[in-house]
């Protein structure tokens, strides 16, 4: 492919485009392994997966390994509603925080000039630490052809979400402390779905 596109002088940059071949994925459903037979012609298509889950869920479950793994695909906990399903722990996260920036109802363009030294918690400090990694993080990604760590990435931030939000209420009488927490929650927010954009993964306000 890489080797037409060049001889066809379409301005193809030298090394594009490069591709990875993924390992077989075994798939796992109702607690038992689909059987998959080349004989007999039966087989899981991606479609498949798709019907059975979601495309969220596919992108997400077949991007958080590496291609070079063995992996085994679980419907049940692709379609579970609950924190062991990696990708709606993360939409979760999204949708909880716009759950909150709705609730406070100001104007989101007014929190990128508070002042953000009262964010002095230890959990907010971790928050806000995670944050500043996601540029090298997806570099890093995209350099070494590693979505993976995007999805692990996307995973840790959104652990580290709950735990701030579980130590600390953000809509509070204070307004310069509400407003900073605000203003954390919504770059959270922002680097959550940007993550998720990369995946090709959406995210959700509600759920």
């Known amino acids: 492919v890489r080797a037409g596109l060049q001889a066809a002088n379409v301005g193809i940059p030298k090394g594009f485009p490069d591709y990875v071949l993924h390992t077989m994925v075994r798939v796992v459903k109702g607690g038992e392994e689909v059987k998959i037979s080349k004989r007999a012609g039966s087989y899981v298509t991606l479609r498949d997966l798709i019907e059975w889950t979601s495309k969220d869920a596919v992108r997400f479950f077949l991007l958080s390994r590496k291609p070079d793994t063995e992996y085994t695909f679980d419907v049940d906990l692709a379609v579970a509603k609950n924190n062991d399903n990696p990708v709606y722990y993360v939409q979760y996260a999204h949708a909880r925080i716009c759950s909150v920036l709705a609730a406070w109802g100001g104007d989101r363009q007014t929190l990128a000039a508070v002042d953000l030294s009262v964010l002095n918690s230890p959990q907010a400090q971790a928050l806000m ?54 203003a954390l929650v919504a770059a959270t927010a922002q680097v959550l779905r940007n993550g998720l954009a990369v995946l090709g993964v959406s995210a959700p306000q509600k759920m």
């Open 129 to 182: 630490l995670l944050l500043a990694k996601y540029p090298d993080m997806l570099s890093a990604a995209a350099d070494g052809f590693a979505p993976h760590d995007v999805t692990f990435y996307l995973r840790e931030l959104a652990a580290c979400y709950h735990s701030y939000y579980d130590a600390e209420r953000i809509l509070v009488d204070d307004e310069p402390v509400k407003l900073a927490r605000l």
